[in-house]
C-alpha cells in the first residue's frame, strides 16, 4: 500500500524533473496516430526510440 508521503513525494518528482510534450493528431492523419498506438510497447516508448534514432543519425 502506497502512504500518502510515497504520493506526496511522487507528485513532487513528477512536477520538478519529468517533461512531457503532447501530441495530436488531426482526422486526417489518423493513420499516423493508429500506427503509433499499434506498435509494440507503449505510444512514449516508441516515440522515444525514434527520437533516439534520428539524434543518432543526426550528429556529428
Do not use: C, H
Request: hydrophobic letters at 30%; a positive charge.
Amino acid at each position: 500500500m502506497v502512504t500518502d508521503a510515497q504520493k506526496r513525494a511522487s507528485a513532487k518528482y513528477q512536477r520538478e524533473k519529468m517533461k512531457q510534450v503532447s501530441v495530436k493528431f488531426s482526422p486526417n492523419e489518423s493513420d499516423i496516430y493508429e500506427w503509433v498506438k499499434s506498435q509494440d510497447g507503449s505510444a512514449s516508448g516508441y516515440l522515444k526510440r525514434l527520437a533516439e534514432e534520428d539524434m543518432r543519425r543526426n550528429t556529428v
